[in-house]
């Protein structure tokens, strides 16, 4: 009788409910559900979540209440924050004309550049 070799018996490394990712006592991964893996990446870093025209708001509300309660420190931290996204806005709208008077100019340079090539071709037909 052999007692060193069972071939009937599973692996007591690997039970049975194990199906390729090891977890701890309580259910969860070890490393977290929620860690900053390699997957994880912000598709705009840097930018807020809300509109800088809601965030102008709500820091203007934030500061006035804090005022009314008053807290002149809390509500010039408020201010700041306030200014910070009105300076957001401002640049946003200034790089969206920007944009528009660039592709305004690109149209009325491509407009221009159709009719010296009908010209051409005029020219070239007679």
């Known amino acids: 009788m052999n007692n060193f070799k069972n071939n009937n018996r599973r692996s007591r490394f690997k039970p049975n409910g194990d199906r390729g990712f090891r977890r701890n006592g309580n259910g969860h991964k070890p490393n977290g ?11 705009h870093p840097g930018k ?11 820091y203007n509300d934030l500061a006035r209440e804090a005022l009314s309660n008053g807290d ?35 149209a009325s340079n491509q407009v221009k550049h159709e009719k010296e090539n009908k010209e051409v071709e005029e020219t070239t037909t007679k």
């Open 33 to 43: 559900d929620f860690g900053n893996g390699p997957a994880f990446k912000r598709r």
């Open 48 to 58: 807020n979540n809300q509109n800088a025209a809601k965030l102008v708001e709500k």
């Open 72 to 106: 002149k420190i809390l509500s010039e931290n408020y201010l700041q924050h306030s200014e910070h996204f009105s300076r957001i806005l401002l640049s946003q709208e200034n790089s969206r004309n920007q944009n528009e008077n660039i592709s305004d100019t690109n």
